[in-house]
């Protein structure tokens, strides 16, 4: 499912347009973006939490010549998959 799909279904669903389905997914996409950003855990219950982490720098070896190269630290998102989303999947 792409997102033109999603916000398809949650308008049939919600009975709105999809063009105000569209504008509150795209404002809870980046309210989640800048709270993870920030630092802040977004915990939606059933559902999972979004949470920054950080990578430890490492080294990596460049495939096409098999020189090794160094990766730095880095941060990146994380999302943990609820107890119930992950037990409906079974």
Do not use: Y
């Not at 802040?40 to 939490?49: E, Y």
């Not at 999302?79 to 037990?87: H, L, Y």
Request: charge should be positive; hydrophobic fraction near 35%.
């Amino acid at each position: 499912m792409n997102k033109a799909q999603l916000i398809e279904r949650v308008a049939k669903e919600c009975d709105t347009t999809k063009a105000e389905t569209e504008r509150m997914l795209d404002s809870t996409i980046d309210i989640i973006r800048r709270a993870v950003k920030k630092g802040d855990d977004v915990k939606l219950v059933g559902f999972g939490t979004f949470t920054k982490t950080k990578r430890k720098a490492r080294t990596g070896r460049n495939p096409q010549t098999g020189k090794a190269i160094k990766i730095p630290a880095a941060w990146h998102p994380k999302f943990r998959p609820g107890t119930e989303f992950k037990s409906m999947l079974k």
